[in-house]
């Protein structure tokens, strides 16, 4: 089942600031980020593990709650560059043992910033 | 260069033909997926798989065939039982460990008329 993404759409000016949140119905192993640029391969953001752990990578950083399925990605300050659609991926197995990574995707946020 | 390609970019096809979109890597990943794109709906799981000769259905396998012949190719059919084919197709590929990216292809653009 696909993870749900709220909201679908965001407008922001440069340099402010958005939440992307992403939940999912089953226990979850991992949550990947990805932004997609219009006519392009998504680019992989970055991975979260169950552990309550928050990465971040300059500017962006994101937060996993494993106890509520739920994972948030902050964009700070945003830039012209961060225009795209964003999508999380779950994964709600290891994959190890011989159990097959079953990654799935939301349907997108898409982030507009405007100058 | 290691990459996952997948060919051709755009691809036009009859009602009622099958067509087989062609994804590659030389990653040496051992995880392989074919994810459909449409407006508004992110991307869905078509079909996956983590070995040689093994692989699951995703979410919205109906209408679709794949293969896992060798590590490095897994080719996606779209059948003729597919009633909306048309679509972009993605195709990505990662490592086994959980902890690892998946890395796609620039997709292929398919158009039945």
């Known amino acids: 089942q696909q993870p749900v993404q709220s909201p679908q759409a965001v407008i922001l000016r440069e340099g402010e600031d958005a939440v992307i949140n992403c939940s999912s119905s089953?226990?979850?192993?991992?949550v990947h980020w990805y932004r997609q640029k219009h006519g392009e391969a998504p680019v992989f953001l970055m991975i979260?593990?169950?552990?309550?752990e928050q990465k971040g990578h300059e500017k962006i950083s994101a937060s996993f709650n494993e106890k509520k399925q739920q994972s948030s990605l902050y964009l700070t300050a945003s830039q012209l560059s961060y225009s795209g659609t964003y999508f999380c991926?779950?994964?709600?197995?290891?994959?190890?043992?011989?159990?097959?990574?079953?990654?799935?995707f939301g349907s997108g946020t898409q982030l507009t910033v405007l100058p | 260069d290691g990459g996952i390609t997948q060919s051709p970019k755009y691809l036009f096809r009859k009602e009622g033909q099958n067509v087989t979109l062609s994804c590659e890597q030389n990653?040496?990943?051992?995880?392989m997926y074919w994810y459909r794109q449409d407006p508004g709906q992110g991307l869905r799981l078509i079909y996956y798989?983590?070995?040689?000769?093994?692989?699951q259905k995703g979410d919205i396998a109906e209408g679709y065939s794949v293969s896992r012949e060798k590590k490095e190719s897994f080719p996606l059919t779209v059948t003729s039982a597919q009633k909306n084919p048309t679509a972009f197709y993605l195709c990505?590929?990662?490592?086994?460990?959980?902890?690892?990216?998946?890395?796609f292809g620039q997709g292929t653009r398919l158009t039945v008329v």
């Open positions: 990505a590929s990662s490592m086994s460990l959980v902890n690892t990216e998946a890395f």
């Open positions: 089953k226990a979850l192993y991992s």
């Open positions: 979260l593990l169950k552990g309550g």
């Open positions: 991926g779950t994964e709600i197995n290891a994959g190890y043992k011989g159990t097959a990574r079953q990654l799935t």
């Open positions: 990653l040496n990943h051992d995880a």
């Open positions: 798989s983590q070995i040689v000769n093994d692989f």
